[in-house]
Structures are given as structure tokens and as C-alpha cells.
């Protein structure tokens, strides 16, 4: 009797102890506001971040660590994705840093680089269905795509199959083939590009929540960085929203 008394004294105190652990992870994964992700594949944590929605409903999402900052622009504070790289400069992504009297900034802005992703502007006629179809137009040369067209000869959706080099957001781009009459746009490149989705904007509490990636071109040339700065995984959770200055 003694000894199954213990063995339940025991459980109970093991059970509490797992539930008070379990509520502190609760507490860190969902109750407090935090912005981080990979960056370059390393993890990432922002020490502060807070966000601004203007008059106009812009969003910025500041993020701060000692020597580094990363900004988040949207053209909204609304739920939804928006589309970084773009010729659409209000979707923005930057990163900037000053360590050690070394400045370097990243920014998704209009640069030279492979197709990142593509859409129909014109299904053209006369097409027939293709793989690795050639294109002519743009700034770049050697994408290429796969077409699916319909019964009456139009492109009804259009893939990339090979990214070429050297576009920008924004080309006009012609498909070979048919009456050589369908036209894509270059959406943005790879040296450039990402997402940013919001999943909730609490208009109660006056804070953001989402998701974001992005690659940034190096936007001033400094020669002690990379090219490409990348981030993927990112998460803002709970960002409160101040007043915009």
C-alpha cells in the first residue's frame, strides 16, 4: 500500500512538473512577439521589432538586433501575400548592418538575374502544346518555357523550364511558335525575389502576424559582401503596431 502510495506521489509530481515545462514552451512559441528566421541559413533573431501602418494602410515591419536591421514594406496591412522583387516597389524587402565600420545593405530592388518566376499576359493563337519552347524579348536571353494550350490554339499556362540570365522584373517576353503572338512577364529574378504573407492583422489588439523570405541583392556594392543575402523561414509573430511618424 505504502509503496503504491509512493509510486502515485511520485507520477503526480512527475505529471506536474512535464505540465509546467509544457505551458513555459507554450508561453516562449505563442505568447510573446518575436521576429526571426535563417538568415544565410544561420538562425536569426531580431532583439526588437515593431510595425506602422501609414494613412494610406502601408505597412512597415521594423526588426532589430544590436548593428543589424531588416525591413519588412507591403503595400497593406490586409491578409494575403504579397510578392517581393517585383516592379511593385511598395512589396519590399531590405537588411542593412554596420559592424566594425562595415556597412552593407541588401534590398529586393531591380536588378539583372535568372527568371525567378513568370505569367501570361496574352495566350496568342495557333500554339501547340510544348516543352522548352525559346522566347525572344527582355533585357536577358535563354529562358525558355513549357506551354499548355487549348483546343483553339491558346497558351492557357505557361512554366519555366529553363531561367536564362540576366532579365529584369518586369520584361515583356514573347513565346516562339503559333502566330508568335503570346506574351509573359518576368514577375522578378532570382537575385531578387520572395514573399511576404500576413495571416493576421488584429485591429483589437493593434499587432501582425506572418510568414517571409527573400533573397536581396547587395543594393551598395560593398565588396566585403555577398551578392545575395538570403532569408527563409522567417516568422513575425505578434508584432505590435505604433503610430506612424
Known amino acids: 500500500m505504502w509503496s503504491n502510495t509512493l509510486k502515485m506521489k ?11 515545462f509544457s505551458s513555459c514552451q507554450e508561453d516562449v512559441k505563442f505568447n510573446n512577439p518575436g521576429f526571426q ?13 515593431r510595425a506602422y501602418v501609414d494613412a494610406s494602410g502601408k505597412l512597415s515591419i521594423e ?6 536591421t531588416v525591413t519588412l514594406n507591403t503595400s497593406s496591412a490586409n491578409v494575403g501575400t504579397y510578392v517581393l522583387g517585383t516592379t511593385n516597389i511598395n512589396n519590399s524587402a531590405t537588411y542593412s548592418s554596420n559592424l566594425n565600420d562595415i556597412e552593407l545593405e541588401y534590398a529586393t530592388i531591380a536588378v539583372p538575374g535568372p527568371t525567378g518566376s513568370i505569367s501570361l499576359t496574352n495566350g496568342g493563337t495557333g500554339y501547340s502544346s510544348g516543352t522548352a519552347v525559346a522566347t525572344t524579348g527582355g533585357t536577358g536571353s535563354g529562358l525558355t518555357v513549357n506551354t499548355t494550350v487549348n483546343a483553339s490554339g491558346v497558351v492557357t499556362a505557361v512554366t519555366i523550364a ?3 540570365s540576366g532579365y529584369l522584373a518586369g520584361d515583356l517576353i514573347t513565346v516562339a511558335g503559333g502566330n508568335v503572338n503570346c506574351r509573359i512577364r518576368v514577375t522578378n529574378v532570382q537575385n531578387s525575389n520572395g514573399e511576404i504573407k500576413i495571416t493576421e492583422y488584429d485591429q483589437v489588439n493593434f499587432t501582425i502576424t506572418g510568414k517571409f ?5 547587395n543594393s551598395n556594392g ?8 538570403n532569408f527563409q523561414y522567417g516568422e513575425f509573430y505578434k508584432i505590435p503596431i505604433y503610430p506612424s511618424i
Open 213 to 217: 523570405k527573400f533573397n536581396a541583392a
Open 10 to 20: 511520485r507520477f503526480l509530481s512527475l505529471f506536474i512538473a512535464v505540465v509546467a
Open 222 to 229: 560593398n565588396p566585403f559582401g555577398n551578392p545575395i543575402l
Open 63 to 68: 526588426a532589430l538586433t544590436t548593428y543589424e
Open 37 to 49: 528566421g535563417l538568415k544565410d541559413d544561420v538562425f536569426w533573431r531580431a532583439n526588437d521589432a
Open 162 to 164: 529553363t531561367r536564362g
